[in-house]
T-cell receptor, first 113, second 109 residues
Framework: EAGVAQSPRYKIIEKRQSVAFWCNPI?????LYWYQQILGQGPKLLIQ????????DSQLPKDRFSAERLKGVDSTLKIQPAKLEDSAVYLC???????????FGEGSWLTVV | GIQVEQSPPDLILQEGANSTLRCNFS?????LQWFHQNPWGQLINLFY???GTKQNGRLSATTVATERYSLLYISSSQTTDSGVYFC???????????FGEGTQLTVNP
C-alpha cells in the first residue's frame, strides 16, 4: 500500500514570493491534514479536510495561506506572500476518518530567505 | 484547547537500556497516538491508544485515561530508536489532534 506522497521535498524561496505544496493521501482515506512543524517544536494543525470539506482551519493564517482538496483526493497548500517565519516543514497526513490512526508523508521542507 | 505535556524533554541512553516516556494531558480524550520522528524528519505512527495497553515488539504503551496520562516503554534500546517521540491527543469535546513538544531520545552505541 502506497503511503502519503508529498512534493516538492525541499524548497527555498525569497520572502514575499509564493510557494505551493502538493499531497496525495493514502488511497481511500477520507480525512486529510496539513501540519506545520517549526524546528524544535511539535507539529501544529493548519487545516483538516473530511473528503473535500474543511473541518478545521482555525489555525490557518488565511491572509497568506490557502488550501484546497479537489474531488476529495489530492490537496494543495499555498503560501502567498511568504514570510521568514514560514520557514518550517509542511507535513501532510491522512486517515480513514477523523479520530483514526493517522499516517504522515515525508514532509516538504521550506526555507524562506 | 487541550494541553499536552511530555517528559523528559531529552533522554540519553546506552544501547540495551530501557526507558519510559510520559505524556500528560489536561482533559478527557477519545484519541491518543504515539509517533516516532526519525532523524530525517519522517513521522511514524507507533500506537493508537486512547486507553489500555498495547505492545509491539520492544515497544509498549499504556494509557490511563481516568488519570490523564500515557506512558511509552522502550526496552533493550537500539541506536535506531534515536529521534523524537511525540504524543498527540484529541479531546472528547472534538478538538483537533494536538501534539506535545516531544521527547528527544539519543541512544549511544
Amino acid at each position: 500500500e502506497a503511503g502519503v506522497a508529498q512534493s516538492p521535498r525541499y524548497k527555498i524561496i525569497e520572502k514575499r514570493q509564493s510557494v505551493a505544496f502538493w499531497c496525495n493521501p493514502i488511497s481511500g482515506h477520507a480525512t486529510l491534514y496539513w501540519y506545520q512543524q517549526i524546528l524544535g517544536q511539535g507539529p501544529k494543525l493548519l487545516i483538516q479536510f473530511q473528503n473535500n470539506g474543511v473541518v478545521d482551519d482555525s489555525q490557518l493564517p488565511k491572509d497568506r495561506f490557502s488550501a484546497e482538496r479537489l474531488k476529495g483526493v489530492d490537496s494543495t497548500l499555498k503560501i502567498q506572500p511568504a514570510k521568514l517565519e514560514d520557514s518550517a516543514v509542511y507535513l501532510c497526513a491522512s486517515s480513514w476518518s477523523s479520530g483514526n490512526t493517522i499516517y504522515f508523508g515525508e514532509g516538504s521542507w521550506l526555507t524562506v530567505v | 484547547g487541550i494541553q499536552v505535556e511530555q517528559s523528559p524533554p531529552d533522554l540519553i541512553l546506552q544501547e540495551g537500556a530501557n526507558s519510559t516516556l510520559r505524556c500528560n494531558f489536561s482533559d478527557s480524550v477519545n484519541n491518543l497516538q504515539w509517533f516516532h520522528q526519525n532523524p530525517w524528519g519522517q513521522l511514524i505512527n507507533l500506537f493508537y491508544i486512547p486507553s489500555g495497553t498495547k505492545q509491539n515488539g520492544r515497544l509498549s504503551a499504556t494509557t490511563v485515561a481516568t488519570e490523564r496520562y500515557s506512558l511509552l516503554y522502550i526496552s533493550s534500546s537500539q541506536t535506531t530508536d534515536s529521534g523524537v517521540y511525540f504524543c498527540a491527543v484529541e479531546g472528547t469535546s472534538g478538538s483537533r489532534l494536538t501534539f506535545g513538544e516531544g521527547t528527544q531520545l539519543t541512544v549511544n552505541p
